[in-house]
């Protein structure tokens, strides 16, 4: 169970073997879900006006004055997070349909999934089992605003923990207390109460003994995200540079390109201009070359802490191996006395394991750092989103 490392890849489960082997794993709950919609769909296709409802003498659209029956907006149900279980060689992961939330539960010696709970908005995801006890800490809310929740040791009864407008996420317990640590941002909105941008991701530590916080590492221009700790006191985190609601500030050389280069932007958009609009009134091109570039397929977008990332242009513009992280997302690992090492560049994912070996990923590839700091590369699945052990808890390791 040890070397079993679950990753999250585009909403898929993965899990990866020490040796570099990987299998995804089947959620039965989400294709329950997929083949019901599916059923609705073609039992009620004839009210959408579909052409593969059937022949007849009318169309359905006309049936309904042309217009039809708006289609329903199908979300794929996607596995939002993933920990060991509450018992040896099981896991526990979350899954999220764009409104109904579920806690499942999988035995790998039985091959069995059951079902804990599921409820209506219930969107928790970002996992962290209590080595002791077995609660799990995790994320409740979306990614506008979001709080960290204690669950108990079989996913129920969900316990608010922070509060507040404000982005907090990425929970872990801290080794031998009865803390969490989780990075935070707060947020800021214009006078209509709209999201318009927040601040640095600083991160915190809550006691939930005596519900004091402290802030352990912030800057005005850095962020610091997924924070975890080891039995040494060590903490580990990803150290990106901030920015603002209005983005990254560009350089001067490109201010002084996009400056040259205006006259003849603003030529080429008359031209394409009138080369639609004499195409849609004369059937003709205005131009018997070029024109207007067709549109691609449309980009394929991560949204990690805060930050929209292309993963075409990524994959493009980073290295090595297309990672998707730029290479300012630093794994950085702080001795106690506050000496940094930063352990790997490009670094979207991780997580520490009880012997101290690191598992983390890109955004495209999975590597390990063993406990004696040696380096490989396990395998590649495209959009790595999270990475986690699956190890079990103390309770686990008694009662087996």
């Known amino acids: 169970m040890n070397d079993r490392i679950a990753l999250l890849a585009d909403g898929r489960l993965i899990l990866a073997a020490n040796d570099g082997t990987s299998k995804r794993h089947d959620c039965q709950f989400a294709a329950d879900i997929e083949r019901r919609e599916q059923q609705s769909a073609e039992k009620n296709s004839w009210l959408r006006g579909d052409q593969e409802a059937g022949g007849g003498m009318f169309s359905r659209s006309s049936l309904w004055g042309g217009r039809g029956v708006p289609r329903s907006v199908s979300v794929r149900p996607r596995v939002v997070a993933v920990a060991g279980g509450d018992r040896p060689d099981s896991m526990v992961y979350a899954l999220w349909t764009g409104v109904v939330g579920a806690v499942l539960d999988f035995d790998f010696v039985e091959g069995y999934e059951r079902r804990v709970f599921h409820r209506e908005r219930f969107h928790v995801s970002e996992f962290d089992r209590h080595s002791g006890d077995g609660r799990i800490a995790c994320r409740f809310g979306d990614d506008e605003v979001s709080h960290i929740a204690v669950l108990e040791p ?146 394929v977008r991560m949204w990690i802490a805060g930050r929209m990332i292309d993963v075409q242009k990524a994959g493009q513009a980073n290295a090595p191996d297309g990672a998707l992280a730029p290479a300012d997302w630093e794994l950085v690992k702080r001795t106690p006395d506050g000496t940094e090492t930063v352990l790997a560049r490009h670094a979207l994912a991780y997580d520490v394991s009880a012997d101290g070996r690191i598992a983390w990923s890109d955004g495209k590839n999975l590597h390990l750092i063993a406990a004696d700091g040696s380096k490989r590369k396990l395998l590649s699945e495209p959009l790595i989103d999270s990475v986690k052990w699956l190890r079990p808890f103390e309770g686990t390791a008694e009662q087996g």
């Open 154 to 299: 079989d996913g129920r009864h969900a316990k608010p923990v922070t509060e507040g407008d404000s982005i907090d996420a990425a929970p872990s317990w801290v080794p031998g207390r009865e803390a969490i640590l989780y990075h935070s941002a707060g947020l800021s909105r214009d006078p209509q109460g709209y999201i318009r941008g927040f601040g640095p991701f600083g991160i915190h530590r809550i006691d939930l003994t005596g519900g004091e916080l402290e802030t352990v590492l912030e800057s005005p221009t850095h962020d610091y995200l997924a924070p975890q700790a080891d039995e040494a006191g060590n903490i580990y985190y990803i150290r990106r540079k901030y920015e603002g609601p209005e983005g990254p500030r560009p350089s001067v050389w490109v201010t002084l390109k996009d400056t040259l280069l205006f006259p003849f932007r603003i030529l080429r958009a008359l031209v394409d201009f009138f080369q639609i609009f004499s195409s849609i009134v004369s059937k003709k091109p205005l131009t018997t070359a070029g024109g207007p570039k067709q549109q691609g397929p449309e980009p």
